[in-house]
Nanobody, 116 residues
């Protein structure tokens, strides 16, 4: 029974920084891909950043240069360092993981609020 637990959300001022963390546990199979998504009420969920086992990363264009994703493959954890936060970054951020069977898992989310 795989669980993804996120932490690190909160309220920051425009231009501030925040670090999100996610820990995956309980998987009987290797997780080879992890990512962060975000969603606001009434809006489509969007991929913010992702990282594969080999270290390849991808970012949403609007966060490039400001956000950095990293993972510890042995511990099945993934972090998202968010700098120079903007009001438009405010959302519920969800951790995502996929194992070698291509089974997908989602965290319940952590709220990020950015004041203007």
């Amino acid at each position: 029974q795989v669980q993804l637990v996120e932490s690190g959300g909160g309220l920051v001022q425009d231009g501030g920084s925040l670090r999100l963390s996610c820990a995956a546990s309980g998987s009987k199979f290797s997780i080879n891909y992890m990512a962060w998504y975000r969603q606001v009420p009434g809006k489509q969920r969007e991929l913010v950043a992702s990282v594969a086992t080999g270290g390849t990363t991808n970012y949403l264009d609007s966060v490039k240069g400001r956000f950095t994703i990293s993972r510890d493959n042995a511990k099945n954890t993934v972090d998202l360092q968010m700098n120079s936060l903007k009001p438009e970054d405010a959302a519920v951020y969800h951790c995502y993981a996929r194992d070698v069977r291509y089974i997908e898992y989602w965290g319940i989310g952590t709220l990020v609020t950015v004041s203007s």
